[in-house]
């Protein structure tokens, strides 16, 4: 399967963990976005990466939000002291050029 | 910050009928895209709009762009069920290095 993919699909944690999220997108993409999407809503962007620069992280909900991409391949996205209001499905997209293509997304449901 | 609205957010349709779903957004640009979610699924894209006047069509959807007005359409043709979805309209601004803005989305059933 040569699409974006994202580990795991469903994450369930309590109130305060850490959780760590991760993309691999499509191989030939230089640039990778997170977004957050909550239920009836449209995506949200989060962050982006061109190669391994993350150019954009002004929109990330708060300083317990933290995104890397070392060596400009897979992407990973950390939330710390997690909170309830976390609970979101959290989408990875990547580009070549202007269309973006998402991955399946990982659930998040903080108890 | 871009604003983007879709309406109508709810839409019910028989199968066999034509509808419109709009998409208006508050700045200027020229490139807008539309994706299908299905239920817990992720998004799929269908449309890439890049100038003003784009129109595209694939199978019953027609897409098309008007940067004056800021507005996008999604026209559906003889709808069949197949189409029911949520379809998000996405405005990237251009300068912010392909940053979507999407819109609330609309949620088309259509009826058998």
């Known amino acids: 399967d040569t699409g974006v993919s994202q580990d795991p699909r469903h994450k369930i944690t309590k109130r305060g963990q850490n959780v760590t999220f991760r993309c691999d997108p499509i191989?030939?993409?230089?640039?990778l976005y997170w977004y957050r999407q909550t239920l009836g809503q449209g995506p949200e962007f989060l962050t982006y990466?061109?190669?391994?620069?993350?150019?954009?992280k002004s929109r990330l909900l708060s300083d317990r939000f933290s995104a890397e991409r070392p060596k400009g391949s897979f992407s990973t996205l950390e939330i710390q002291r997690t909170e309830q209001g976390d609970s979101a499905m959290y989408l990875c997209?990547?580009?070549?050029?202007?269309?973006?293509?998402f991955g399946p997304g990982t659930r998040l449901t903080v108890l | 910050e871009l604003k983007v609205e879709q309406n109508p957010l709810f839409l019910s349709m028989q199968e066999g009928k034509n509808y419109t779903i709009y998409c208006n957004y508050s700045?200027?640009?020229?490139?807008l895209y539309w994706y299908r979610q299905d239920p817990g699924k992720s998004l799929e894209s269908l449309f890439v709009?890049?100038?003003?006047?784009a129109v595209k069509q694939e199978g019953r959807l027609m897409a098309s762009l008007d940067t004056k007005a800021r507005l996008s359409t999604l026209h559906i043709t003889a709808a069949v069920h197949d189409l029911s979805a949520t379809y998000f309209c996405?405005?990237?601004?251009?300068?912010?290095?392909?940053?979507?803005?999407f819109g609330t989305g609309t949620s088309l059933t259509v009826i058998p």
């Open positions: 709009l890049l100038s003003n006047g």
């Open positions: 996405a405005v990237d601004k251009g300068d912010t290095g392909n940053q979507f803005y």
């Open positions: 191989s030939e993409h230089n640039r």
């Open positions: 997209a990547s580009s070549y050029y202007n269309e973006q293509f």
């Open positions: 990466f061109q190669n391994e620069a993350q150019l954009e």
């Open positions: 700045t200027t640009s020229d490139r």
